[in-house]
């Protein structure tokens, strides 16, 4: 088995209450076939939620605000270009292993925001993807985001 990186995480939250204020940490604790410890519950298939660095610049930059990067209510930020790329790949964050099972559509909640941030999100996969968790551990600021490929 091989990996190539992707990128390097620069951002943690959690969201606490359906619609309520994010909490950005150090460190997450995912489970597998669950999600982040402390999160709000979502379904196995959508565990965990990434987002790129460099995709959400692009959204504040064209609407011209300075929004925190967790208003996007994304779990882990990436120091990275993409991730759309990455639909049905399989990826190692720290010691979690993740399989990118979609695309992270914006929903209500960026609307009441910002009526504009919901439709900045929505080309190119801005609005992050997400996975399920297929092998639990811990999630730290600095880890690398892998992408993990069988080579034979």
Same mark, same amino acid.
């Given at each position: ?33 669950? #999600? ?32 925190? !990067? ?17 639909? #049905? ?35 190119? !996969? ?27």
């Amino acid at each position: 088995m091989t990996t190539s990186i992707v990128g390097t995480v620069i951002g943690l939250a959690i969201r606490t209450a359906v619609g309520g204020p994010m909490q950005e940490l150090e460190r997450l604790e995912a489970a597998q076939d669950g #999600g982040v410890e402390g999160d709000v519950v979502a379904p196995t298939d959508r565990g965990i939620t990434l987002m790129s660095s460099h995709q959400w610049q692009e959204v504040v930059e064209e609407l011209g605000v300075d929004y925190p !990067w967790y208003t996007r209510r994304a779990n882990v930020l990436v120091d990275c270009d993409r991730l759309g790329h990455l639909m #049905g790949q399989t990826l190692e964050l720290g010691k979690v292993v993740i399989e990118v099972k979609g695309e992270t559509d914006p929903c209500a909640v960026m609307e009441r925001i910002d009526p504009r941030l919901k439709q900045a999100l929505a080309p190119d !996969w801005r609005g992050g993807i997400y996975g399920r968790v297929i092998q639990g551990g811990t999630i730290s600021l600095g880890d690398t985001l892998k992408l993990r490929s069988a080579t034979d």
